[in-house]
């Protein structure tokens, strides 16, 4: 009878499903299943093996990119399948939206944390991770404060969303500035801000920083802000000044880094290369590099 009920109660264990996500960088995930495809089948010792991880940590791993659908379980081994080719093709040609898309229909975590900033997408300001966590458990979702940060930075890295390089606000982007004129309005309630402190007016502002509040106000990205900064310039010469920057200057530090991810076609293991870039840049015109702004009539064209 004892055994009946033991055998019952490891069967009632195995249905209950995990809630919380076990965190796994993106680089653990394209090696898994690089590894999947150079292996007929992986266990917890192969992985921990060649990830130089524990016992504990290749099992949590394994599992978790089970549940994202790109390993299949047979018996005591985890193989690839379709998804895991797939997966593999869009890291290669590096069609990063590609894989945004994948976790959005296959990974629930993923789909909860886009899902949150989406419905902030039309606010003024991005969410801090605390903000993420206190809307998760509004709308019953099953995000703690790891997971937001992991997911973050999968997002950061797949250029889904951006976080405010000064305040650490997180925001979904858009494609695209959706109207002209909004973004001359933000460009010059920003530049107005900035341009006048405590004790006195300057004239010239730093661009990394009106950037980042212009891009979190209309969910832009920072490469977009470039290209209709530069186009405003060229309709608006002499109304709009640009002035370079001394090579070496304080200013172009910022609390936060700009994250990014290349393939690393070194290793035998296929995998990431993460890049960190905290060193703030200003614009590019033509060889010419430009670290402030200053906007001398607000009626731009």
């Given amino acids: ?57 290749a099992k949590e791993i394994l599992l978790e990119v089970q549940k994202m659908g790109l390993l299949s379980k047979i018996e005591d081994y985890w193989v690839m399948n379709d998804k895991t080719s797939e997966f593999l093709e869009y890291f290669e040609k590096e069609e990063w939206s590609e894989m945004h898309q994948y976790f959005l229909n296959n990974y629930q975590f993923y789909r909860e944390f886009i899902r949150i900033l989406k419905y902030h997408i039309s606010d003024k300001e991005g969410l801090s991770v605390d903000e993420v966590y206190k809307e998760s458990l509004k709308y019953g979702f099953h995000l703690n404060r790891t997971a937001i940060e992991v997911l973050a930075d999968w997002c950061e890295r797949l250029g889904v969303i951006q976080r405010n390089l000064y305040t650490g606000k997180l925001y979904l982007i858009k494609q695209e500035v959706e109207n002209l004129n909004d973004f001359y309005k933000v460009l010059i309630e920003s530049y107005r801000k900035l341009s006048v402190s405590r004790w006195r007016k300057e004239v010239f502002v730093e661009i990394p920083i009106i950037r980042e509040q212009v891009c979190e106000r209309l969910k832009i990205s920072r490469k977009i802000f470039d290209q209709t900064l530069k186009t405003i310039y060229l309709k608006n010469v002499g109304k709009i000044e640009f002035s370079g920057a001394p090579i070496v200057t304080h200013a172009k530090r910022s609390p936060f880094s700009e ?43």
């Fill in 1 to 57: 009878m004892q055994n009946v009920e033991s055998a019952s109660a490891l069967r009632v264990t195995f249905m209950v499903e995990r809630r919380t996500m076990r965190p796994v960088t993106l680089k653990r995930i394209v090696e898994i299943c690089s590894l999947a495809s150079q292996n007929d089948r992986l266990n917890v010792e192969i992985v921990s093996r060649k990830l130089d991880v524990s016992h504990s940590r």
């Fill in 259 to 301: 994250k990014m991810m290349t393939p690393d076609e070194k290793k035998a293991i296929l995998s990431p290369r993460f890049k960190l870039k905290r060193e703030r840049e200003g614009l590019l015109i033509g060889r010419k590099s430009y670290y402030y702004i200053a906007i001398h009539l607000q009626n731009l064209q």
